[in-house]
DNA sequence: CGATCACTTGAGTTTAGTCAAAGCGGGTGG
DNA sequence: CCACCCGCTTTGACTAAACTCAAGTGATCG
């Protein structure tokens, strides 16, 4: 990790919701940091210091299970927080990690400094607060699905979110990431991805993914 | 459902957290609503008119799949909000249903006035934020537990947490919510209960459960 | 007294996790 | 240049957890 120049303001939440009385003490309190592609940007269990804003790149957000395994909550895309599940009411301590999956910049601010500026600006707060929300409500809709829908179907949602992230059908992603983030195998991840690519759903070179038919892929989340 | 009297100033989060210049508009725009027992307070997927704080009673929070199956995402206590998950920037639908397990008495508001008390009062819309930074760590937490952890584990983390939640070690909860809870089927936390029975870590008579060993039953829950 | 409903138990099936081994570049250093 | 090693991919075989189905048991209630 590396200390880089300032950020645009309109990238980032805490700047596009800044107040104008709070855009200096923004501009002084937050700074540009550096992460290369596999670099770990905070350790889920370490005290939370502060708050990141992802500024260019991409970086997946995930929870450790024993030293093997892992599940991925979410891949952060340009604009998205970071760390904020550490403003909860307990300990101050990551809940998860985050690890750099490109070369990635972030817009990096203290803990103290952010939390003032909830308190002096309403709307970033009640913005934060809608955040919350949304993310609560995927969070539940991955657990439903993580109990009542088999591989295929978590796969097929995994892939679909995905595109939807990167806005385009085709996107990269290893298959190791793939298992953590439909919370299953590398093998078992292997294997359905090549009953898609035998349906003609998808194509896979390597991690290069397309999604071709995204209709029928669908289907396979549709349950009961 | 019928409506009651009115409520208490420290019971819920909503007046709790009133600033002074509003409690009289606090007062005037909330209603007590009665639930009797197994009555829907709402239902996922109808629209979203208000915000109910739970004022005497227990209610549980689930995600229907399918006709016959469901998960049951969270059990709510005196003073707890719900219906929150209505705030967020999508379409004002609900997420999840809200079920009363017992009679039960809630404050009701609408979705109109709450929304103006969130801005008027920072402190409100903070104090709100950390709760949805908890739930969402918890939904987290939950999601690796689906993933990584037995049945046996997530029944025990299921106990638990009842029990933490009862701030007792008895309790009373049918296994057909007990499964829905914990992510399975019936029949499933049926045997696995008379193990733990067996191994005389809990009592169970009909749906009163008592846990007589939290310390054995927290030992499943470790995992990797 | 029959019907209903939840509880209890057994048996069979299935999905997906585990383990193991072979294949396949690609890069590195001898 | 070649041999080797490393990491990722591919595939097969086995295993086990837990879901499903089905049927028996017992209690309750009209």
């Known amino acids: 990790m590396k200390k880089a120049g300032t950020c645009d303001l309109n990238t980032c939440f805490l700047c596009q919701y800044s107040i104008p009385e709070w855009i200096a003490a923004v501009s002084d309190h937050r700074q540009h940091l550096f992460y290369k ?36 909550v979410r891949f952060a895309q340009k604009g998205d927080i970071l760390g904020h599940r ?8 990551y809940t ?11 817009c990096y601010t203290e803990l103290s400094f952010f939390e ?9 707060a009640l913005k934060l607060m809608q955040f919350y929300a949304d993310e609560l409500q995927e969070a539940e809709r991955k657990m439903r699905n993580l109990v009542h829908m088999d591989v295929k179907g978590r796969l097929a949602d995994a892939l679909l979110e995905l595109s939807r992230l990167h806005k385009a ?5 290893s298959r190791q990431d793939l298992a953590a983030f439909a919370g ?12 898609f690519i035998a349906e003609k759903l998808i194509t896979a070179e390597g991690r290069a993914i397309t999604i071709l038919n995204e209709k029928k892929l669908r289907r396979y989340i549709v349950g009961g």
């Open 37 to 72: 592609k596999n670099e770990t940007i905070f350790q889920e269990g370490s005290p939370v210091k502060g708050i990141f804003f992802l500024y260019d790149g991409k970086v997946k957000v995930h929870k450790q299970w024993g030293a093997e395994k892992e599940l991925i």
């Open 86 to 93: 550490g403003l909860g009411s307990g300990d101050r301590l």
């Open 96 to 106: 998860v990690s985050a690890t750099a999956l490109e070369d990635t910049t972030v």
């Open 116 to 124: 003032a500026s909830l308190k002096v600006n309403p709307s970033l």
């Open 169 to 173: 059908l085709h996107f990269t992603i």
């Open 184 to 195: 299953t195998t590398y093998e078992t991840i292997y294997r359905n991805l090549q009953e």
